[in-house]
């Protein structure tokens, strides 16, 4: 049973991921120590308590699509209801709009709890923040004021749809339609799928963030607009008015997150209303819908990366308490009758070790990736940019590697449990199932890995990076420095795999100047590894540096001496693997 | 859609693995290549025109615990009986009991086809051949003439009973019981799990082979002995009598493998029969059970291999067949108009390239290992032991590394996929859950390590295995010598994997000999890999050398300059991660 790691997250936060001294500067005006931990500590609980037995029981019963639309789980609108009435969802948003205002860091911390009590649920209100976020980024004044509220207080929550048949993630083959009226509204005609609760029964409006296409928009990805399209539409005073023309028209039958809705969405098709065509509202500019977009996208790659941070961790609680619990057989040196607890073998330790030191260092990434964000909106100026580019440099890894890593975790999980891990009733299984989906949704890995290399790496000339790769040199420096000999060989191979990135960033930099794409794309999935990996050793070493538990030196020790092993093949494939890949290609023919 | 890559597989047999050479040297008698290609392209043929179809749509309808006893999938029942009257269920066993005593190599080349057309289908017919070799190998003469007949021709199908609750990876744990009778029969009383097809409509007996334990029986392993326990009694004139009193109490809500009945069996609790327990036979002696067991479970554990394989293939069929059709964005070189297919981004050729060069190689170490059970039966004196200590060696590696490359391949499909991948009907999905049991039934792969590593590495004082790597490296030296610029830089980099390989079973062999099991069998898993990916680039160099096709060369190259990188890191964890991993323990407490 899932039981929120409250205090390994407040640790991270504090004093890997740079809360301690943002905190003690004074960036969050006066939020101090002790409120985080309350609401960290209020945040586990509810998620353990409230979220966990709902969550099993509802990805078991599914959402199902009825006749008056879909209808959640049993016990999930009630539920959500509460969450909203704690005042979660606005935990990050803007006091402006009835939010908190609080760092992004608690709010992605709250949101690995969240998803380990249940990330099908997590899905629908992770969904309405980014759309809010969106929205206030973009949006005019009135729109704000009649919808921003209620998607701040959760009242009502809210979808993105991007998604077509032809356009996935290639957003340039849209083709859903709007056209102008009289009236500055529009009419939206298409089809959406993939729709994360699209429909559901748990707030009385939905509000629905659309791309669509204008009639005389240019092709392609710069003629993409974006649209607010209510379920209901909503009156002057506030109050809901008719049903707007767009339903959800079915649900997938998905490998997991059973209890989350995907929908596939018809707008204007004329079910509702009196003249087919769902009515919306711009957001931002006509044919600039994509950069309003990618505003929440950012943050829900983020938040998706906390999708695989929560599902590592609770796979290794899991696989932990079972093999503490389990016996077979007599590992190496025991000695005491009977059989031994299966956690006693050489094999299993490593593998629950390997989880650990995973999901610990793809947390880290991430909330690291949370405080670039909060320093790049608390900073000004230079420092602003800089943290700006670290976010944006960040955000590939953490959405890319912390997606893998739960699904490496969550398989790992499984093997521990040996046949037990394949009963569905052990619950080992579901959490593969469901993390699955992380890698490929809010963009595949291999596009973060694009994006990573191509826009991520060049910023600032490259020189952001290179910074980037002296600040983890320092840590091994740092780790060298200490002489503690808990630390073994972590200062050598630590060095040796940041000198691994460098050596790779370096190339890929220099193939980018020689517009070389192709050879540097060919590696950009490896590299996108490689960075992860270096980054999970360095922030592990950082952590035990701040820390005099022996516990952490020895997990960063385990990493560095057998995780890290890992970089050098990785750097060797990103800068020697392309031409071999590129004459390979005629086996697939 | 599978399809049955019979030239690649008959390529794989004969040019690599072996059965070339043993043709042409008249080891299997009068068996012709034309023949051995007619049986290939027969197995192809049945594989995907009548195993697919019924497959997807019975794993989609799961077997069903009905009154009467299990019910498999609709037409499975009559796909079995169409099936086994083509001689496939005798394939590779004894010509005396009404086999054809073809080659084990013909028979796992088959296994294969049958595991892509449908895996959960498959595992039924997998286990009466370990079942019928058992019998074969240990069973009396009169018990023999009885039973084996109708298990070769698959009249009747048979079953393993190892697992209880308490017993899984170490069946000394076993509590099933056997009572001695007057007329030399037992009575069985006990709960077995996990029973692969325990029960179900597709024969109308079944043969159960059962570990139980006799009253007087010394405690531990040393104490197990192995029944026959008929579904119903088989009279003097060989027709059915009264029901035994066993029978399946529940089946398993699983991953995958939702056609495949797994059973919770009950064995003597008075359900059926005049008095409570169920009759059996024993098979050899008293107490030497696992013994009679192991029979059956080495080429049962070769089997699951195919599993790996098969799932991969498949995998990667259905992968390379969306990716040349769909079509996102614009790959860098892309200059037709509109999208290009996905194929065509060097991170999906990645993918793709990968999953043909693990499954390829996957496939070599399973046909190479079932080479070598073949001629430790056709050879004689030294020579079968050499083969037999071969065959000892490949069986942990054809299991674990195909399976483990099973559920990476799988994976890699659905990340292929992208969105689809996740959708149920897509069928990727179903890849992944089905093959996830592999690397878990039939000994764990962390077994199957600590058995690679404790006992087939010290087989002939550790010659053995040395004299293996001195054939992989002559495979590297004919590489070198080739002088083929396709290949890259293939020799050196499978040189270094070698060498790698080598200093890791010498350091292993050197801590066995210490006496230092806990450190040798910390680094048993990545033994095991490395193991496995030295072997797949080599068997990929033998067959390239074999053929001019550049295609096999490039694959080979790619293999070895991007996938055989990793061995550097698992030796260094072998050599060098021990330490870290006891140190690391505290982190379980």
Same sequence: chains 1, 2.
Avoid at 37 to 57: C, K, Q, T
């Amino acid at each position: 049973m899932y039981k929120a790691p409250v205090e390994e997250i407040a640790f991270t936060l504090k004093h890997v991921a740079g809360l301690g001294p943002a905190l003690s500067e004074g960036r969050f005006g006066d939020l101090s120590e002790d409120l985080v931990d309350a609401i960290l500590e209020e945040a586990g609980r509810f998620a353990a308590e409230e979220m966990v037995p709902l969550g099993e029981a509802g990805d078991r019963q599914g959402a199902k699509l009825g006749e008056g639309g879909v209808v959640l789980p049993t016990g999930w609108a009630d539920l959500y209801r509460r969450w909203a009435e704690g005042g979660w969802n606005g935990l990050a948003l803007d006091a402006e709009y009835g939010g908190q205002g609080l760092p992004q860091m608690l709010n992605v911390a709250a949101l690995e709890m969240w998803n380990g009590g249940s990330m099908s649920f997590t899905l629908g209100p992770v969904l309405t923040m980014g759309a809010a976020e969106a929205l206030h980024a973009h949006g005019a004044a009135a729109l704000k004021e009649r919808f921003l509220p209620k998607m701040v207080s959760g009242e009502w929550m809210a979808t993105m749809n991007l998604t077509e048949p032809a356009a996935g993630s290639d957003l340039g083959g849209l083709r859903t339609r709007a056209d102008r009226r009289d009236d500055g509204s529009y009419r939206i005609f298409g089809q959406k799928i993939y729709i994360t609760w699209g429909d559901h029964d748990a707030t009385d409006n939905i509000v629905h963030l659309v791309l669509a296409r204008l009639p005389d928009a240019p092709a392609g990805s710069r003629g993409i607009s974006l649209f607010l399209v209510p379920k209901f539409l909503v009156k002057e005073d506030g109050s809901l008015g008719a049903r707007n023309d767009l339903h959800c028209h079915s649900l997938e039958h998905k490998l997991g997150i059973h209890g989350s809705p995907t929908c596939t969405m018809i707008y204007g098709d004329g079910k509702f209303g009196d003249e087919p065509g769902a009515i919306g509202y711009l957001i931002g500019e006509e044919n600039k819908g994509l950069a309003c977009m990618f505003t929440m996208m950012n943050n829900a790659r983020l938040a998706v990366g906390m999708q695989g941070v929560a599902i590592a961790e609770a796979a290794t609680q899991k696989a932990l308490a079972y093999a503490r619990e389990r016996r077979q057989g007599k590992a190496p040196g025991w000695t005491e009758a009977g059989m031994s607890p299966i956690i006693e073998h050489p094999d299993v330790a490593r593998m629950l070790v390997t989880m650990k030191a995973l999901t610990q260092g793809s947390r880290a990434i991430c909330y690291a990736c949370a405080h670039a964000i909060d320093m790049s909106h608390h900073l000004e100026g230079a420092e602003a940019r800089h943290f700006a580019e670290r976010a944006a440099l960040l955000t590939p890894i953490a959405k890319s590697f912390s997606t893998d890593i739960g699904v490496e975790v969550a398989s790992l999980g499984i093997q521990v449990h040996g046949g037990m891990g394949f009963i569905e009733e052990t619950g080992a299984a579901r959490l593969l199932r469901d993390i699955r989906i992380a890698p490929i949704y809010e963009g595949t890995n291999g596009i973060q890995a694009i994006d990573l290399v191509t826009r991520k790496l060049p910023q600032s000339g490259g020189d952001h990076v290179r910074g980037f790769i002296e600040e983890l040199k320092a840590v091994a420096v740092a780790v060298d420095a200490s002489n503690r000999p808990g630390f073994g060989e972590t200062a050598t191979r630590l060095l040796g795999a940041i000198k691994d990135l460098q050596e790779a960033t370096e190339w890929l930099l220099s193939k980018l100047g020689e517009g070389a794409l192709a050879e540097a794309l060919s590696g950009a999935t490896p590299y996108q590894r490689l960075f992860g990996l270096t980054l999970t050793g360095a922030y592990l070493a950082k952590g035990a540096l701040a820390d005099g538990d022996d516990r952490r030196e020895a997990l960063t020790r385990f990493a560095a001496e057998n995780l890290l092993a890992e970089t050098a093949a990785l750097k060797s494939t990103v800068t020697g693997g392309a031409a071999s890949l590129a004459a390979a290609r005629a086996v697939l023919a």
